[in-house]
């Protein structure tokens, strides 16, 4: 059985950003578009990078701003100061 | 010493902010001051071992939850000076805006006494802050809701009393029951119920899809506190897994409490969600996915991951996660059709769908809509037309657990009724599932003492014998504005003047036929 995480977001112009990251950081991830919210699934595991995102912003990023933006997620979770990872192992 | 960095890295600032900040007590017992922590036969062995993936301290915490309250009430001002209101789909859409208000909004404030109280019965500092940001939380999710809620107040009806109807009125008693039932248990039930069960495994399905809904229906401030309240979730949802596998690692006598809870609780949690499933098939005008494609993505699918994730520490799915799937293709359409009946004795409007929306039932719905519920729907239509709105006049049984009434049917068997009843101290319970009698048996001592709105009508605790006065004495039900049919309804006309039409009733039916 297929085992998917997920993260959605309130489709707005940080989360432009965000979803850009992490589909280049995920290549393998899946983008859905509904109304007011865009989101992301994938098999297993998704990450975000804190640089990615810096560098699509061009300015400091923290990872922790995600949770304004975030509507819900899959998956356990695991958060650094460079990361936000959600995982099945 | 002198560092290049100055600000302390998440995790050591999450140690020196949360952990660091408990201490030991000296000339108390611990027991003395955690008496609840161990009589639900819960073993804890290291509380060290709690783990807060999101390492939320309190300074950030407040920076966060300002950012989100100044955009939200940013939303709400703009909402309110242009007439918002009037941009939404159709009318019929407040009535779901009703339900939430009365249904789920009080659960947030029951939620943030939960947590309030639990916060102060852990003895692992790590679980306390998580509970009190959460009550927090909770807290200004149920102020929120009020505040958008406010402006549909002024000009619809059924939305101007819901915490009074919340405590009374009788399909409100399913929401207000479950978070009694939660609250009422011991600290890690509460948690498993709400932070992992609800939280976790199922409210994606209100706030997610529906919410959704709401903006595709032109809703901003709707969908604006839904999705504000659930970035909140996103936390309180990894809070729900982490409390499951520390709970589960913490000692194995755990596991078969612990899935006990979460039989019981997917069950109750699901019953409660029925509402849900005709609030998205039937009360959003324009639609953007139905209850059962909402059930496979984040029950089926995110819920059969997280499940098979749990295995390796013994947990097995739901007990009756089968029956639930079966339903799926049933719900909506047993719940609307119940609400139908019984619209004399509820604060929103009920209708018959239009044809387009029918057909577009028949198309999520392949099996069984035009086989079990066209026909009925066209049934009382045609009696509508005909002068004679049906509405049921006997009160409903209700289930002694989950105190919807009992109008599900068998799975595999749609033509069924599902009831089970059973003796206990000599007094006889009826139930409306398997599943519920099964709760009961566990805990009868509980659930004799529910409060159940028919038996509390018909034994003279609410004001009066007839439905009438129950309805507007001891409801605050406005009987003739809030209730019945919303063809020709009050809030019906006024949206009428809004959109510049008057109202005909034979015009407004064949309107409804082609609709």
């Known amino acids: 059985m297929s085992q998917l995480v997920f993260i959605a977001f309130q489709d707005n112009d940080d989360s432009r950003y965000l979803a850009e990251a992490v589909m280049e950081d995920n290549p393998d991830a899946e983008l859905q578009h509904q109304p007011a919210m865009i989101r992301i699934q994938a098999e297993k595991r998704l990450v975000i990078n804190r640089e990615t995102m810096e560098e699509k912003l061009g300015r400091d990023w923290d990872v922790q701003e995600m949770l304004i933006n975030v509507i819900s997620i899959g998956g356990n979770v695991d958060e650094d100061d460079d990361h936000f990872i959600l995982e099945w192992k | 010493?002198?560092?290049?960095?100055?600000?302390?890295?998440?995790?050591?600032?999450?140690?020196?902010?949360?952990?660091?900040?408990?201490?030991?007590?000296?000339?108390?017992?611990?027991?003395?001051?955690?008496?609840?922590e161990d009589?639900?036969?819960?073993?804890?062995?290291?509380?060290?071992?709690?783990?807060?993936?999101?390492?939320?301290t309190m300074d950030a915490y407040w920076k966060y939850q300002a950012e989100k309250e100044k955009k939200l009430y940013a939303i709400f001002d703009a909402f309110?000076?242009?007439?918002?209101?009037?941009?939404?789909?159709?009318?019929?859409?407040?009535?779901?805006?009703?339900?939430?208000?009365?249904?789920v909004s009080p659960l947030e404030h029951a939620a943030f006494q939960g947590y309030s109280k639990v916060g102060r019965q852990f003895s692992g500092a790590g679980a306390r802050v998580a509970c009190q940001m959460q009550a927090i939380d909770e807290l200004r999710h149920s102020q929120t809701q009020q505040h958008a809620m406010s402006h549909y107040n002024k000009h619809f009806n059924g939305l101007h009393d819901a915490a009074h109807m919340h405590d009374r009125v009788w399909f409100l008693s399913v929401p207000k029951s479950f978070f009694d039932d939660a609250r009422t248990a011991g600290p890690f039930e509460f948690l498993t119920a709400i932070s992992?069960?609800?939280?976790?495994?199922?409210?994606?399905?209100?706030?997610?899809?529906?919410?959704?809904?709401?903006?595709?229906?032109?809703?901003?401030?709707?969908?604006?506190?839904?999705?504000?309240?659930?970035?909140?979730?996103?936390?309180?949802?990894?809070?729900?897994?982490?409390?499951?596998?520390?709970?589960?690692?913490?000692?194995?006598?755990?596991?078969?409490?612990?899935?006990?809870?979460?039989?019981?609780?997917?069950?109750?949690?699901?019953?409660?969600?029925?509402?849900?499933?005709?609030?998205?098939?039937?009360?959003?005008?324009?639609?953007?996915?139905?209850?059962?494609?909402?059930?496979?993505?984040?029950?089926?699918?995110?819920?059969?991951?997280?499940?098979?994730?749990?295995?390796?520490?013994?947990i097995r799915p739901p007990k009756y996660q089968d029956v639930a799937n079966?339903?799926?293709?049933?719900?909506?359409?047993?719940?609307?059709?119940?609400?139908?009946?019984?619209?004399?004795?509820?604060?929103?409007?009920?209708?018959?769908?239009?044809?387009?929306?029918?057909?577009?039932?028949?198309?999520?719905?392949?099996?069984?809509?035009?086989?079990?519920?066209?026909?009925?729907y066209e049934y009382w239509a045609k009696e509508h037309a005909e002068g004679r709105r049906f509405y049921n006049n006997t009160l409903p049984q209700l289930c002694q657990v989950c105190q919807v009434p009992t109008l599900f049917t068998e799975m595999g068997e749609p033509t069924r009724l599902s009831h089970r009843q059973m003796k206990y101290e000599g007094e006889r319970y009826h139930f409306c599932s398997e599943a519920c009698c099964d709760i009961f048996k566990h805990e009868p001592e509980k659930y004799i003492q529910a409060w159940l709105p028919v038996h509390q009508i018909y034994q003279g605790n609410c004001e009066g014998g007839d439905v009438e006065t129950v309805v507007q004495k001891y409801y605050h039900i406005e009987v003739g504005v809030d209730n019945f049919e919303y063809i020709g309804s009050p809030d019906h006309k006024h949206w009428l003047s809004i959109k510049g039409k008057s109202f005909d009733s034979k015009a407004e039916k064949s309107e409804q036929d082609a609709a």
């Open chain 2, 80 to 103: 309110a000076q242009n007439n918002g209101h009037q941009n939404i789909s159709d009318a019929r859409y407040v009535n779901a805006l009703k339900l939430f208000l009365t249904g």
């Open chain 2, 196 to 314: 992992f069960s609800f939280e976790y495994v199922l409210t994606n399905l209100l706030f997610v899809p529906f919410m959704s809904g709401a903006a595709y229906n032109g809703d901003m401030a709707t969908v604006t506190f839904g999705f504000s309240a659930q970035s909140d979730e996103a936390r309180h949802m990894t809070l729900g897994l982490e409390v499951i596998k520390f709970i589960l690692e913490q000692h194995e006598d755990n596991v078969p409490i612990v899935q006990r809870w979460i039989d019981k609780w997917f069950w109750r949690g699901f019953r409660l969600l029925s509402l849900v499933s005709m609030m998205m098939d039937y009360m959003l005008p324009n639609k953007v996915m139905s209850w059962s494609e909402a059930w496979e993505v984040y029950y089926e699918q995110n819920g059969g991951a997280l499940f098979k994730d749990l295995e390796r520490y013994g």
């Open chain 2, 1 to 36: 010493m002198v560092s290049k960095n100055k600000k302390l890295n998440l995790k050591d600032k999450y140690q020196y902010l949360t952990r660091d900040m408990a201490w030991e007590p000296t000339y108390q017992k611990k027991k003395d001051i955690f008496p609840d």
């Open chain 2, 326 to 376: 079966d339903a799926k293709h049933h719900l909506s359409h047993q719940l609307w059709s119940t609400f139908y009946q019984y619209s004399q004795a509820t604060n929103f409007h009920t209708w018959i769908p239009g044809k387009e929306e029918m057909d577009w039932m028949s198309e999520k719905y392949p099996d069984t809509f035009d086989k079990y519920y066209r026909p009925r």
């Open chain 2, 39 to 56: 009589f639900e036969g819960i073993k804890i062995t290291d509380w060290s071992q709690w783990e807060d993936p999101f390492r939320l």
